[in-house]
């Protein structure tokens, strides 16, 4: 299982970006794919998370209304649509991969490399 995320960069604070997460080397929908973060110093927090199998979705508390997790399962891909965007949301975003039956923990298999998202003031 492979995971590649893209799409982070430098953004004003108020503003947008889109995160993209590439998966092979799997059944997609038969699969979870969450969003994570981790700030410098702080432990890494599970942002959103959607199942392709059944399209169900899940938000932490601090990104809910802002951020939107899709998929496209014809192109194994997945989104993550970051609006209204803090200097807090600062932080390396991380896509990564699990079953479906596990739903309902943070707890995931397969991880991308990161991808640097930087909200300024």
């Known amino acids: 299982v492979q995971l590649v995320e893209s799409g982070g960069g430098l953004v004003q604070a108020g503003g947008s970006l889109r995160l993209s997460c590439a998966a092979s080397?799997?059944?997609?929908?038969?699969?979870?794919i969450g969003w994570f973060r981790q700030a410098p110093g702080k432990e890494r927090e599970g942002v959103a998370c959607i199942s392709n199998y059944d399209d169900r979705t899940y938000y932490a508390d601090s990104v809910k209304g802002r951020f939107a997790v899709s998929t496209n399962n014809a192109k194994n891909m997945v989104y993550l649509q970051m609006n209204s965007l803090r200097p807090e949301d600062t932080a390396v975003y991380y896509c990564a991969g699990k079953l479906s039956g596990d739903w309902g923990t943070w707890e995931f298999d397969y991880w991308g490399q990161g991808t640097q998202v930087t909200v300024s003031s």
């Open positions: 080397g799997l059944t997609f929908d038969t699969y979870v």
